[in-house]
Structures are given as C-alpha cells and as structure tokens.
C-alpha cells in the first residue's frame, strides 16, 4: 500500500515509507502489545459501564479506550523510547497495528456482543410474569441451545446472573458452555465476513474514492504518519488547547460529582418549540466536534440540515394528529414511517455505491476465479481470492445458524441482506460523514417483519428475529465499521501486511474471551440488575416485548411501509443525481440518510457548530488556516476521552461510582 502526502481537504496527510523494512512492518511485538491492549479494552470497558458506571469507553465508532490508551502509550513510553532510546521506539506501522487491534476489540466487549448476549438470551425467562405470559408467549418457542442449560423462570442459572449467589457459590460456567459453544463460532464467522467485505470494498473507498475516513487522522497524527514517525502533534500548541478545553471541562464535573461545590458546566439544553409536539437540545459535544470539522462542509451541512427538517416534519405530523400503529421496535428513527424511509436511503446507499464499484467489483471477482492480475491486490491484508470466499462461506454459515435458530430458509437471505445493507451503509455513513455516534434508521428484524408481517415467519421465526438483536439491533458499534477505518490506515504497513489480518483474529478472541469472563462474573457476583440497567433491563424487556407484541397481535405486512420503502430510495437517488449534475449542489445524500435518527437530535447542534467555524476559517483562511486549526480540533477528542480514562482510574481509587464524564 503506498503512501504518499496530501493536504487536500478530506484527505489524511501521510509521509513516504521509510528506507527500513522493519519500519513499515507489523512486527511480533506490535501484536503482542495489540493483544494486551485488546485484552485490558475488553476487561475495563465493561467493567467501567457496570461496576463504577462510568464513562462509555467502547459504545460507539469513537472508541474513546483505544484513543485513550493509544495517547498514553505515544505520550508516555514511547515519546521516551524515541527520545532516549530510539531503537527501541515502536514504529509508525507498529503504533498503527497496535490501534486498529484495539479498534476492532472495541467493537465486542459492551453494545457491539458481550453486554448484549447474555442480558439479551437470558431476560425473557427472568422478566417473564404472569401479566406479560412470555412463559406461555415466547419460552416455548426458544431453542434450548442458545440459552444457559437449565433456564427457566426462576430457575438458579437465571435467578443467580441478575440477582446474584449465594455466598459461597460459583459461577456455573458448565450450564453456560452449551449456549457460548453455539454462540461464539457464529460470531466468529459474522465477524470475519465483515472483516472479509472490508478488504473488498478498501481499494474503491480509500484509492478510487477516497472518502474521508475522518476517525483515522488522530491516530494517524499521533502515530507519526505524516511526520516521519514522530509524534509531532505533541509539539503543538494548538493541539494542547483544544486537549486541554475538553480535559478542563470533564475535570470540572467529575470534580462535581465529589464536591457539589465545584461548578460543572452543563453543555446541555433544551428549548420547548411546540409544547407537548416539539423539544430542541442543544449539545455541545467535543469529540463530534473535532470529528465532523475534518469533513466537508457540504457533508456537515447536510447532516444538520436535514436532522432538523426531519424534526421539524416529524413535529407537523405531531401536530396533525397522524400516527402510525406500527411496532417497528425501538431502534433507529422514532417513527415507523421514518423508520421505512430510512430503510429505502440505505439500500439506495447501498447498491448506488456497489454499482459506482462495478469495474472494481469485476477485478474482485476475477482475482476470486483464479484470473487477473496479481497486482491488483498485492497491497492487501489478504488476497481478493482469500477475502471472497471466506465471506461466501461464512455467509452460508450464518444463513444455516439463523435457519437452525428458527428462522425460515426463505427469509433468511432478505434478512441477511437488509442485515448487511445497514452494516456497510452505516460503515460508509461514518467514513464519510466522521458521524462517530451514528446509529441506522432502522434495523433488518424491524424492516424484515414489517415488509413481511407474522404469516412467513410465524411464533418461532419472530422469535428468532428478536434473538438477532444480540448483534444486529442498536448498532452503534461493530467490528465491519472498525475494520474500514483500520484498513485506511493500514496504508503505513508495507511488510507482511497479512499479519495485519491475523492482528484482527487475535483481538476479536482476545476481546471476546475476556469482556465475557468480566460481565459474567461480575453479573453472578453482584447481580445483573445493580449493573448497567440498560443493559440488563432495557434492552431485554424491549427485545421480547417487541416480540410477544407481534406473536399476539399477528401483523399483516405493511403495505404503506413498501411503498414508502420505495419512496425513500427513491429520494436518495434524486439526490445523488442532483449532487452529480449540479457541482455546487449543496445537500450530500449521506445527511438524508442519516437525517431521522434520535441520536442525531443530540448531536445536530454540534455539527452545524463545526460547520458553521470550519466555513468560516476556509472563507477568511484559506486551506492554510484550516490546516493550522485541525490540531485544536484533534486535542478536543483526545482530551475528552483522555479525561473519561483519567476519572474513571480515580473513580476506582475512590471508591466512587455514577461518575459519568461522557456520553456521545
């Protein structure tokens, strides 16, 4: 992969290779150092969500941990080594391995599997009652291999994981075993065929497109990409403004938290528009801040505008009095209506984007016949070939693990593709947009059962839907996304890049092992119900009341929903259309696309903020303004999660908890 340097808007600025192999290589000690850094995100991220509860270390595409432990190691050990010990440094590629394994290991250990699958098999035997009869409604049609042995209403394995044991009791990792032993190899598999689709998709996004991919420059800058490997930003001082703005105001409410007498600045509030229709917040958040100033402004202004448009649209249905009936769940956009206009954007995001791929597409599929050139992807972390069919495996794999769970074969390939049209539309969302917090307006289970209604899947295929939800529900982080960003940066590692690859493998097993044996432990130790009550609540109750909704109710599909399906494509293909005719059109289709979701009600006031300055600095400064100013920008989202890390190690020491600094 070669680097070259740029400092064109969008584009990350890197540096030529280094004459040394060993500089550009991923080095035995660069996955070693990656394993224990994807070993201590898996431990402390979900014990700083359930034990202190804390600050959200591995919730979203920002992966505050590893931006935090990637800091301390470049600001700390290393700037040493290179100072004293230059030898000894880690490198540009090494540093960069290192990260993306902790990248993509922040992808498991809270909203992206472990604090998901074992609330999320479990709560329907312990929230089942006499008044909702999930013991009647859902129980019966729950495979036995995808819960504990022994499960049942009120049953010890169950009652112990949310109530805690007894004294002297262990935790019964055999009744466990059976359900991990079917679980885990099916999200090994999912996992590499997202990792798989990435190395297909990295050349058209990085080389021929090359989108933005703003959450790789702060890594990128502190791994000395574009300074010869050293960590140059370290020397700025607009740098450690911004870092020092965002540590200062973190500081001041965990300080509040310990002494009420300490001001803390809220950067919240909320306007009543319409009383009882309409409520406007208005967030300041510093690392959205520093995220959506590295795109364009024709992307952050989109993504703005059109939350706000949503709202507004949203507002004056409210007021009209016209509400749909439809349970679509709760994820995504806050009606369902939006929820299959979204749902449309993102298969026109989809498939406008594989068509835009199509020569490249062809060079994939004739290096996966044994043809074309070698060159084509000499520079990958795995050959075409290898990429292609180990996702057609896997994705044969997952289709027969979904049938076996009770899914219907027939719906197993709609699904399979609405799962992924979310996972790579929403991946492409964040590398061209920097939306670090972005959530897709729907979900597959919600389309799926909406277009399709009960009659195909019937009691044991709605069931199986629902269980979906472990991986494929509030998809606020995952490894596919993780993946895309680790590959652009990848770009430093000329040497044995496929070790890159098995860096991958080693943080998603290392994550997985390790995040699992500290949420059930500490689950059975002091019950899940005093753990993170989202997750031990919330998510469950909302998976199988969704559920037992549609088994009672006995939908029909939804007719409007298609057609407004339909209608939402539809509008995105007129948009991108008018992008590619008119160059000075102003709205980028990925805003429309993201418009309806409720996080983007919090965080649309941030990115009109960065829209509004990065327009003014290029209007009066020029590029070179622009570039001088990223560095503050930069600091604001190290300094924040720096903060989050700092709190949440004083925390520990003080035996304090609900501390929390940082939510988006």
Request: hydrophobic fraction near 50%; charge should be positive; aromatic fraction near 12%.
């Amino acid at each position: 992969m070669t680097v070259t340097g740029s400092d064109k808007q969008g584009e990350m600025p890197t540096s030529s290779p280094t004459s040394s192999r060993l500089a550009r290589a991923v080095t035995g000690r660069s996955l070693l150092l990656g394993a224990v850094g994807s070993a201590a995100i898996g431990l402390l991220a979900p014990y700083a969500i359930h034990v202190l509860r804390g600050s959200y270390m591995a919730l979203d595409f920002s992966t505050p941990a590893a931006v935090a432990l990637l800091f301390l190691l470049v600001a700390g050990p290393n700037l040493l080594l290179v100072r004293f010990r230059q030898k000894l440094a880690l490198t540009t590629a090494e540093i960069i391995t290192i990260y993306s394994m902790m990248v993509v290991a922040s992808a498991i250990p809270t909203m992206g599997v472990t604090a998901q699958i074992i609330p999320l098999t479990t709560g329907a035997h312990y929230y089942a009652s006499p008044e909702n009869k999930w013991d009647q409604v859902i129980l019966p049609h729950l495979a036995s291999w995808l819960a504990p042995r022994g499960a049942a209403p009120r049953s010890p394995v169950i009652g112990h994981l949310y109530e805690g044991l007894p004294a002297g009791a262990q935790v019964p990792w055999q009744a466990w075993l059976p359900a991990l032993g079917a679980w885990i190899p099916f999200l090994l598999c999912l996992h590499l065929v997202m990792i798989c689709m990435m190395v297909l998709l990295r050349k058209q996004w990085v080389d021929n497109e090359r989108l933005a991919y703003p959450l790789t420059y702060l890594p990128l800058a502190l791994a000395g990409a574009d300074s010869g490997g050293r960590p140059t930003i370290l020397l700025r001082g607009t740098f450690w403004i911004g870092f020092a703005l965002a540590f200062l105001m973190g500081t001041l409410r965990g300080l509040h938290h310990y002494f009420p007498g300490v001001p803390a600045i809220d950067l919240t509030s909320n306007v009543t528009v319409v009383k009882d229709i309409w409520s406007l917040s208005f967030r300041l958040s510093f690392p959205m801040l520093g995220f959506f100033y590295l795109v364009s402004v024709e992307t952050s202004f989109s993504v703005w505008f059109f939350n706000l448009l949503t709202q507004m649209g949203t507002a004056i249905v409210k007021f009209l009095g016209i509400v749909s009936s439809e349970n679509l769940g709760i994820y995504g956009a806050r009606d369902p209506l939006l929820k299959y206009l979204g749902s449309g954007a993102f298969l026109a995001l989809v498939g406008s984007n594989l068509w835009i791929s199509r020569r490249h597409l062809k060079i994939i599929w004739e290096r996966a016949m044994g043809r074309g050139h070698r060159e084509d992807d000499a520079g990958e972390i795995v050959s075409y070939r290898f990429a292609f069919w180990v996702m057609v495996a896997g994705l044969i794999v997952i289709g027969w693990w979904l049938a076996a769970s009770g899914m219907p074969p027939v719906v197993v390939p709609l699904f399979l593709l609405m799962a992924f049209v979310f996972f790579i539309g929403l991946t492409r969302v964040v590398a061209e947009s920097g939306m670090a917090e972005a959530v897709a307006p729907s979900i597959a289970p919600a389309s799926v059962a909406g277009w399709l209604g009960i009659g195909p899947l019937g009691p044991k295929g709605m069931l199986a839907l629902g269980l979906t939800y472990v991986w494929c529900s509030d998809i606020r982080t995952f490894v596919m996304c993780s993946a895309a960003n680790s590959l652009k940066m990848a770009q430093v590692v000329e040497h044995k890049p496929h070790r890159f690859f098995w860096g991958f493998v080693i943080a998603i097993a290392v994550a997985l092992v390790s995040s699992m044996w500290l949420t059930m432990t500490r689950a059975y130790q002091q019950g899940g119900v005093t753990m993170n009550k989202w997750f031990f609540e919330g998510a469950p109750v909302a998976q199988y009341k969704w559920v037992a909704d549609w088994i009672v109710r006995e939908p029909r599909p939804s007719i409007i929903g298609l057609v407004i399906t339909a209608v939402g494509a539809g509008i995105y293909i007129l948009l991108a259309a008018m992008r590619f005719r008119f160059p000075r059109w102003p709205f980028h289709p990925i805003g429309y696309c993201i418009g309806s979701v409720w996080i983007m009600d919090n965080i649309w006031f941030t990115c009109f903020l960065s829209w509004l300055v990065k327009g003014t600095i290029l209007r009066y400064g020029g590029m070179k303004g622009y570039q001088y100013m990223r560095p503050i920008f930069l600091g604001l989202i190290c300094g924040q999660f720096t903060c989050n890390t700092v709190w949440l190690l004083i925390d520990q020491l003080a035996g304090g908890t609900g501390n929390q600094i940082f939510w988006i």
